[in-house]
């Protein structure tokens, strides 16, 4: 099993930043993929950005030259950084861990952004 626990979201005013983390623990292999979804009620969930073990990377358009996606394989942490947040982030953001036929889910956070 692998549990993901994550934290940093919150209220902030568009035009502003939050950084958002996932710590992974349990059975976690060497290869994996973690990253990050949203929710909105009513909407499709979203994949906003993903990062594999080997650090290669991947966006969703809406969030490219505004999110970055990073990770520490010694920590089995995945972050977030968000900058230039606009209305339309605001979400529930679930971490995630992909691992083979398995995936894994954080409780989420919810990320506000004010106009």
């Known amino acids: 099993q692998v549990q993901l626990v994550e934290s940093g979201g919150g209220l902030v005013q568009a035009g502003g930043s939050l950084r958002l983390s996932c710590a992974a623990s349990?059975?976690?292999?060497?290869?994996?993929?973690m990253g990050w979804y949203r929710q909105v009620p009513g909407k499709q969930s979203e994949l906003v950005a993903d990062i594999s073990s080997a650090g290669n990377t991947d966006y969703a358009d809406s969030v490219k030259g505004r999110f970055t996606i990073s990770r520490d394989n010694a920590q089995n942490t995945v972050h977030l950084q968000m900058n230039s947040l606009k209305p339309e982030d605001t979400a529930v953001y679930y971490c995630?861990?992909?691992?083979?036929?398995?995936?894994?889910w954080g409780q989420g956070t919810q990320v506000t952004v004010s106009s």
């Open positions: 349990g059975s976690i292999f060497s290869f994996n993929v």
């Open positions: 995630y861990l992909a691992r083979g036929r398995d995936t894994y």
